[in-house]
């Protein structure tokens, strides 16, 4: 039987068990964060360099895209390369005439979609807002009138809408009826020089372009423009535009 002179022996002979050590408070942050932190930077990742969602805050892709459209864009369409940077690891493809590309403006590094007009090499005209890619003149078929009521456009009484046909080449254009660059309406054929594309936008006269900030080298361009996720009416209480909802770019 355990007297209680021994058991106070016993006891005496335990080594105390201290507290442990209080964790620095960044440590405890960490661990309550941690999974959060590395989903964002997993997310960073891969909008830099897999696949990425733009928000469209001008119109010079109308009618085709509109302002408070969210587009899906495929980093991978054409290369891979380091997130974050221009930096290529491999390519397996190059823009084609008629993708909607996205880029960092060579002015400013704001990032700009725009329509790849011209390939490397190809000579690029245009005559009063009638593009011509190699000689071929495109052809301008206008909009049914049907079409153009549904587009969700305020003041569409103010422009012409047209499907532009050239090279392979098929989607609807705008042109103003008033409008406020003229001269760049006409410049003459120019050759795209090697690993470099012409740009244009869809709304022809109120577009930042290669008419304004040249062309455009083929290591800019980070991705294509594949699909509008999702559209909101930025004019009207940012409504949405069922319609527009996961639908393919033309």
């Not at 002979?13 to 964060?33: A, G, M, Y």
């Not at 969210?70 to 290369?79: E, G, L, M």
């Not at 493809?93 to 400013?108: A, I, L």
Request: glycine content about 6%.
């Amino acid at each position: 039987m355990l007297r209680v002179r021994d058991f106070a022996a016993r006891k005496s002979s335990c080594t105390r068990v201290t507290d442990p050590t209080p964790l620095p408070r960044w440590t405890k942050h960490w661990r309550e964060w941690r999974g959060f932190v590395l989903f964002v930077a997993v997310m960073l990742v891969f909008r830099s360099a897999i696949a990425d969602w733009n928000q469209i805050p001008s119109g010079s892709m109308k009618p085709s895209i509109l302002v408070g459209d969210r587009i899906v864009v495929d980093k991978i369409a054409y290369d891979l390369r380091v997130p974050f940077t221009l930096q290529r690891l491999a390519r397996w493809s190059h823009p084609k005439r008629g993708d909607v590309v996205t880029f960092p403006s060579p002015e400013d590094e704001i990032t700009l979609i725009k329509r790849v007009a011209g390939l490397p090499g190809d000579v690029i005209e245009m005559r009063d807002n009638v593009l011509i890619v190699n000689g071929e003149v495109a052809r301008y078929a206008p909009m049914p009138q049907a079409e153009i009521d549904a587009l969700p456009i305020d003041g569409k009484d103010d422009y012409r809408f047209f499907y532009e046909d050239v090279a392979g080449m098929h989607h609807a254009v705008m042109l103003s009826r008033n409008a406020t660059f003229p001269d760049r309406k006409t410049f003459p054929p120019m050759r795209v020089p090697d690993g470099q594309f012409l740009m244009l936008g869809d709304n022809r006269d109120d577009s930042k372009d290669s008419r304004y900030i040249g062309c455009i080298d083929g290591d800019r361009i980070t991705g294509r423009a594949e699909a509008i996720a999702f559209s909101l009416d930025t004019d009207h209480h940012w409504a949405p535009r069922l319609d527009r909802f996961f639908s393919s770019l033309p």
